[in-house]
């Protein structure tokens, strides 16, 4: 099967060139131009980037992945119509015996075949997170231990990618150790942390911020913070939630040329309310607010994200960002955080087809799923 006449970026070079895909068995065998064949897809006049991975999503659709019990088969489907192609499940701040819950149903849904985005880890945005910059979630007043993420670890059986831990909290510097021993990329947020807390964590093997400036200490011209350390150290990679509510347009900006597309993971955060519309919800038998596609609780405060990271990319298109770098922030970076950048994350010779076909407005024209086109 062949894609032929796109606009294709390369993932050798990160250039655009119109040329020809041959996929077969899944995956990208071959870069040319070849003869026309039946079940070939045209993308005439078509720009084809690689499909986008979402690391810090809670769920779409009515579907809740911090469930205990519960299908993600819709969710799947949903989220490959909006481009994404890949995804890590994740879990709210919960008690102990509930996100290991939630992670064997994870591992569950993950061994099921299905259509759409690829469940390929869990993320963890928590527990072991500050009382004081929960936001709208309800941690447990838990110590921060590692044998507790020890058992996250090896309850999600390989799974488990990414887990968000205040560097203020007791016992961090181990709890960091035991979590990266156990291959999980530790990410800092929720946090009321000072510069050197966070830089100890940081020089610990932390390497990633949990959506950057949200539910972190403000940052101050005479002490930065979690925030000076996060975007000032290289070795740090800063998700971004690009809806235009969590950052107005000028912050997120300022975080791109801070840290360049190298250094940003674009993620959606949204909850199960995402593709669902406005209205009222309950998540975990607390009232939401969806309204003009912004989620809040009774009180005011922003609850999460109700938008797909389509959305967030064409914001950032809207900023003048090359779509070559949006697709960095997009796909290549979330597949490093998850791992699975050996097989997908670039379009190039042996990586899943996993592929976008939009627009030069990234209106999506098709998506392919290891060379599958999905259904619309």
């Not at 979402?54 to 119509?81: K, M, P, Q």
């Not at 097989?343 to 030069?360: N, P, S, W």
Request: negative net charge; contains cysteine; charged residues 25%.
């Amino acid at each position: 099967m062949q894609i032929r006449n796109g606009i294709v970026l390369n993932g050798s070079n990160n250039r655009f060139e119109r040329i020809d895909l041959r996929i077969e068995n899944g995956k990208i065998y071959q870069f040319g131009v070849f003869p026309v064949d039946a079940g070939d897809y045209d993308a005439e006049g078509y720009y084809i980037i690689p499909g986008f991975i979402d690391t810090h999503i809670h769920g779409c659709v009515g579907v809740e992945f911090a469930s205990e019990d519960e299908s993600f088969d819709r969710a799947r489907r949903w989220l490959a119509s909006e481009g994404v192609t890949s995804f890590a499940a994740t879990v709210r701040a919960l008690p102990p015996e509930r996100v290991l819950a939630a992670e064997r149903n994870i591992v569950r849904e993950s061994q099921k075949k299905s259509n759409g985005a690829k469940l390929c880890g869990i993320n963890l945005e928590g527990p072991f997170v500050s009382l004081s910059k929960s936001g709208v979630m309800n941690p447990p007043d838990i110590e921060c231990n590692p044998s507790d993420a020890v058992k996250f670890a090896e309850e999600a059986k390989g799974l488990l990618k990414i887990m968000t831990l205040a560097p203020e909290r007791e016992n961090a510097t181990e709890t960091i150790l035991a979590a990266l021993k156990n291959g999980v990329n530790i990410s800092l947020g929720h946090s009321e942390a000072t510069y050197s807390e966070a830089m100890a964590a940081i020089d610990c093997g932390a390497s990633r911020a949990t959506h950057v400036f949200n539910a972190m200490r403000s940052f101050s011209h005479r002490e930065t913070g979690i925030l000076g350390a996060v975007l000032n150290d290289e070795r740090v990679n800063c998700e971004m939630i690009c809806d235009f509510v969590h950052l107005d347009p000028t912050t997120v900006m300022l975080v791109y040329k801070l840290k360049g597309a190298k250094n940003i993971t674009l993620v959606s955060d949204t909850g199960f309310m995402s593709g669902l519309g406005d209205g009222e919800y309950v998540v975990d038998g607390r009232k939401r607010i969806v309204q003009n596609g912004v989620c809040r609780n009774p009180e005011g405060r922003i609850a999460g994200s109700c938008v797909s990271m389509l959305a967030g990319a064409r914001n950032l298109l809207s900023l003048g960002i090359p779509l070559e770098e949006i697709s960095v922030m997009a796909s290549l970076n979330p597949a490093r955080a998850l791992g699975i950048d050996v097989e997908t994350g670039l379009i190039r010779e042996g990586k899943y087809a996993d592929l976008i076909v939009c627009d030069k407005n990234l209106n999506i024209k098709a998506v392919f799923v290891n060379g599958v086109l999905q259904d619309e």
